[in-house]
T-cell receptor
Framework: GAVVSQHPSRVICKSGTSVKIECRSL??????MFWYRQFPKQSLMLMATSNEGSKATYEQGVEKDKFLINHASLTLSTLTVTSAHPEDSSFYICSAREQPASNYGYTFGSGTRLTVV | KQEVTQIPAALSVPEGENLVLNCSFTDSAIYNLQWFRQDPGKGLTSLLL?????REQTSGRLNASLDKSSGRSTLYIAASQPGDSATYLCAPWSRAGGGNKLTFGTGTQLKVEL
């Protein structure tokens, strides 16, 4: 099946700094990738859809200038949390679907635990 | 706006029991539906994908059914094992902007005890 690799798995940063999270599709191409955020005991919330070679589409209420998304190749999307604050501390997960469409559905990365101190 | 509810929210059972996890969604105009498990602090692992033309899907001890018209899906776990302990999430695929958008509920937290 398709595999999505996400790095780093954990990161601690100081308030005001920026953090970059990478999401890679291994052995398949993904023209579209998705970024989710999950708070403790809560469900996954879609933040944005990352489109290869074009601008990302952000969900309502998500600040696009704070959460910068770049999808420069068919196998890599990055999420940069700019000027991070403690309230940005959360679990971030990316996902992708193999193209052409497979029977495996959406594959998720292992997630990144961001702690802003 | 699609909303997903999963019942029960938490479940603790002895090893060997057969289990039923329920998922309901408000917008029945979905495409596919996918079941995942999430271990603490980890990403999601896909368990089953029920495609739009299917009513159920099976993999090993897992069986999932889908009734779009009533907005429900059910995950059956046979002969539960301690390794099945995790949070189970269902995610209906809604058509949005030419693609598909997954909506998640808060899941069912399962604990299988020896």
């Amino acid at each position: 099946g398709a595999v999505v690799s996400q790095h780093p798995s954990r990161v601690i940063c100081k308030s005001g700094t920026s953090v970059k999270i990478e999401c890679r599709s291994l052995d398949f191409q993904a023209t579209t990738m998705f970024w989710y955020r999950q708070f403790p005991k809560q469900s996954l919330m879609l933040m944005a859809t990352s489109n290869e070679g074009s601008k990302a589409t952000y969900e309502q209420g998500v600040e696009k200038d704070k959460f910068l998304i770049n999808h420069a190749s068919l196998t890599l999307s990055t999420l940069t949390v700019t000027s991070a604050h403690p309230e940005d501390s959360s679990f971030y997960i990316c996902s992708a679907r193999e193209q052409p469409a497979s029977n495996y559905g959406y594959t998720f990365g292992s997630g990144t635990r961001l702690t802003v101190v | 706006k699609q909303e997903v509810t999963q019942i029960p929210a938490a479940l603790s059972v002895p090893e060997g029991e057969n289990l039923v996890l329920n998922c309901s969604f408000t917008d029945s105009a979905i495409y596919n539906l996918q079941w995942f498990r999430q271990d603490p602090g980890k990403g999601l692992t896909s368990l089953l994908l029920i495609q739009s033309s299917q009513r159920e899907q099976t993999s090993g001890r897992l069986n999932a059914s889908l009734d779009k018209s009533s907005g429900r899906s059910t995950l059956y776990i046979a002969a539960s094992q301690p390794g099945d302990s995790a949070t189970y999430l269902c995610a209906p695929w809604s058509r949005a902007g030419g693609g598909n958008k997954l909506t998640f509920g808060t899941g069912t937290q399962l604990k299988v005890e020896l």
